[in-house]
């Protein structure tokens, strides 16, 4: 039983299959290339990211009797098409949760204190302009009392809000289907506090929220463009941890070049992986290249989950 991780897995993840008799493939095959490698090695479990994609050509021309995506969002895959066919599909939705959360913080810690164009300046400029820099960064704010909004309150959105709540922020929600959801949020000496939240209207979180948070999966079309934009707060931020095409970039700019926005955090973008240039250059944009999800705790976590998974299938 052959296992290919094209996108890598954890150390742990890959020893416990091998301990269970599989023999995991980590070596990484271009697109046009997978199709042939798979069928010429039998492999018939497909470990996949974001980055390799898993679509009905490739489907049809192997046989796969298991497609795992490390991470959450699955439109990389055509899940139904491959289950229609008989194989299983499987993902770790809650592996990277507090990764990309913890991002989303990140971001907003940076683009509130002004760190993410301070460190692009301070390299260059910081021993003949320290006093001219000192002035200009040292207009910032806290993060105490403002309001995160958070669009899409699944697990990645409930752990943002746990972060926000250890800011001290105030946090309001929109879900399409839930009304009224539980975050429960442990402390290190045992303590746990349940805060209950009754979710808000989409156009309600986008007028009143200081910070607004994206966690949800590829769209059509975008969420936030020039009309969204125009009903949130002057000075309001965007975080963008979710997918590229989510947020439509050239309104975004639009919006931050004309000071409607104060500033942006964006780990996906639309033209992935060559970023608009605009976006790339602008100095109100705090960025990561997609790696929200990526620290080393949370890729354990997955690869360990994958691994528990599949071999649950195998012995069932």
Same mark, same amino acid.
């Given at each position: 039983?052959? #296992?290919?991780?094209?996108?890598g %897995?954890?150390?742990?993840?890959?020893?416990? !299959?091998?301990r269970e008799g599989?023999? #995991? &493939?980590?070596?990484?095959v271009?697109?046009d290339?997978?199709?042939?490698?798979?069928?010429?090695?039998? *492999?018939?479990?497909?470990?996949v990211?974001?980055?390799?994609?898993?679509?009905?050509?490739? &489907?049809?021309?192997t046989?796969?009797?298991?497609?795992?995506r490390?991470?959450?969002?699955?439109?990389?895959? +055509?899940?139904?098409?491959a289950?229609?066919?008989?194989?299983?599909? *499987? /993902?770790t939705?809650?592996?990277?949760?507090?990764?990309?959360?913890e991002m #989303?913080m990140?971001?907003?810690y940076?683009?509130?204190?002004?760190l993410?164009?301070? /460190?692009?300046?301070?390299? !260059?400029?910081? @021993?003949?302009?320290?006093?001219?820099?000192?002035?200009?960064y040292?207009k910032?704010?806290?993060?105490?009392?403002?309001?995160m909004?958070? *669009?899409?309150?699944g697990?990645?959105g409930?752990?943002? =809000?746990?972060?926000? %709540?250890? =800011?001290?922020?105030?946090?309001?929600?929109?879900?399409?289907?839930?009304?009224? &959801?539980?975050v429960?949020i442990?402390f $290190?000496?045992?303590?746990?506090?349940?805060?209950?939240?009754?979710t808000?209207?989409?156009?309600?979180?986008?007028?009143?929220?200081?910070?607004?948070?994206?966690? *949800?999966?590829a769209?059509?079309?975008?969420?936030?463009?020039?009309?969204?934009i125009?009903?949130?707060? +002057?000075?309001?931020?965007? %975080?963008?941890?979710?997918?590229?095409?989510? #947020?439509?970039? @050239?309104?975004?700019? @639009?919006? !931050?070049? $004309?000071?409607? %926005?104060?500033g942006?955090?964006?780990?996906?973008f639309? +033209?992935?992986?060559?970023?608009?240039?605009r976006?790339?250059? /602008?100095e109100?944009i705090?960025?990561?290249?997609h790696l929200?999800?990526s620290?080393?705790?949370?890729?354990?976590?997955?690869?360990?989950e994958? =691994?528990?998974? &599949?071999?649950?299938?195998?012995?069932s």
């Amino acid at each position: 039983m052959k #296992v290919l991780a094209n996108d890598g %897995i954890s150390l742990g993840g890959k020893l416990m !299959l091998e301990r269970e008799g599989f023999e #995991v &493939i980590i070596t990484f095959v271009a697109q046009d290339q997978l199709a042939n490698f798979i069928n010429q090695n039998e *492999i018939e479990v497909l470990l996949v990211r974001s980055a390799t994609k898993v679509r009905q050509d490739l &489907i049809d021309a192997t046989n796969l009797k298991i497609i795992g995506r490390g991470g959450v969002g699955m439109d990389n895959i +055509d899940v139904e098409y491959a289950q229609s066919k008989g194989i299983q599909v *499987i /993902n770790t939705p809650e592996a990277s949760s507090a990764s990309v959360a913890e991002m #989303v913080m990140a971001h907003v810690y940076s683009l509130f204190r002004n760190l993410h164009d301070a /460190n692009r300046t301070m390299p !260059l400029e910081g @021993e003949t302009k320290f006093k001219e820099l000192k002035k200009a960064y040292g207009k910032a704010n806290e993060l105490r009392g403002k309001t995160m909004g958070i *669009i899409g309150f699944g697990r990645i959105g409930r752990e943002v =809000a746990k972060n926000a %709540i250890g =800011a001290g922020m105030k946090v309001i929600a929109y879900n399409r289907t839930q009304k009224e &959801i539980e975050v429960p949020i442990e402390f $290190f000496d045992g303590q746990k506090v349940v805060f209950k939240f009754k979710t808000q209207s989409f156009e309600d979180v986008l007028a009143q929220s200081d910070v607004i948070s994206l966690h *949800i999966p590829a769209q059509e079309k975008h969420i936030i463009g020039a009309e969204e934009i125009e009903k949130m707060k +002057d000075g309001a931020m965007i %975080i963008n941890t979710a997918r590229g095409g989510v #947020v439509d970039e @050239e309104a975004l700019l @639009e919006a !931050l070049d $004309f000071g409607k %926005i104060a500033g942006a955090g964006l780990d996906v973008f639309e +033209d992935e992986p060559k970023p608009s240039v605009r976006l790339l250059m /602008n100095e109100k944009i705090s960025m990561s290249p997609h790696l929200a999800g990526s620290t080393e705790e949370a890729q354990e976590r997955i690869g360990m989950e994958l =691994a528990e998974q &599949i071999t649950r299938i195998y012995k069932s």
